[in-house]
Structure formats: C-alpha cells, structure tokens
C-alpha cells in the first residue's frame, strides 16, 4: 500500500519561504504523477502544483504561479514544494498526492485525480 508522509509545515511571516517535503514508501514512485493540493478552513481542497513522472513537466494556477516551484528526486521517493514569497491567504493545511498515471495532460488538477494522499501539514502565513 502506498504510503504519503509531508514534512516541512510551520509558521512562518509573511514573505518569508517555506520547502515542503513528501516522502513516498511502496508503489511505483519514478512512474507517477505527484500533486500538491491545500485546505483552508471552510474552502474545498484546491490545486496547488503537479509534476510528472521525469520532473519534465509541471503545472501550477495562477495563484501560485512564480512564487511556488514543485520538483522531484525520484532516487529518493521524494517530491518538494519549495513556496516563495508567501502570503497570509497561502495559509491552509497542505497534502501530497499521487496518480498512478505519470503523464500531465491537464492544465489544472481537482482532487479526484489523484489515487492517493498524505496526511497534510499545517502552513501558516502571518501578516
């Protein structure tokens, strides 16, 4: 069974950075797609960032876009979230997650297109 584990949440002032780190036991992992989605309290999980199998390609929204950076170290089982310039609003609880198809073929995510997820660390951005 295919277990997420993120690290790297914590409080942290308004423009500072933040690396998230999620580490991948069993499956596959140099063959999937991975994800990053957060949760504020009382929204739905949104997008955050996607990257494919190779590390080739990669997908964020606007909202994200130029501040956050998402990579792999496939050797590892590793995918990080490396989050610049952060605001009060990127305040929520982050997750990993996997879709065993490796490809990205979408310009954005919804949550139903991962297989499987992490447990979520905590970010909080103070102003």
């Known amino acids: 069974q295919v277990q997420l584990v993120e690290s790297g949440g914590g409080l942290v002032k308004a423009g500072g950075s933040l690396r998230l780190s999620c580490v991948v036991s069993e499956g596959a992992f140099s063959e999937y797609a991975m994800g990053w989605f957060r949760q504020a309290p009382g929204n739905e999980r949104e997008f955050v960032a996607a990257i494919s199998w190779s590390g080739g390609t990669t997908r964020y929204p606007d909202s994200v876009k130029g501040r956050f950076t998402i990579s792999r170290d496939n050797p590892k089982n590793t995918v990080y979230l490396q989050m610049n310039s952060l605001k009060p609003e990127d305040t929520a609880v982050y997750y990993c997650?996997?879709?065993?198809?490796?490809?990205?073929?979408?310009?954005?995510?919804?949550?139903?297109?991962?297989?499987?997820w992490g447990q979520g660390t905590q970010v909080t951005v103070s102003s």
């Open positions: 997650a996997g879709n065993t198809r490796g490809w990205l073929t979408s310009s954005t995510y919804r949550p139903t297109d991962f297989g499987f």
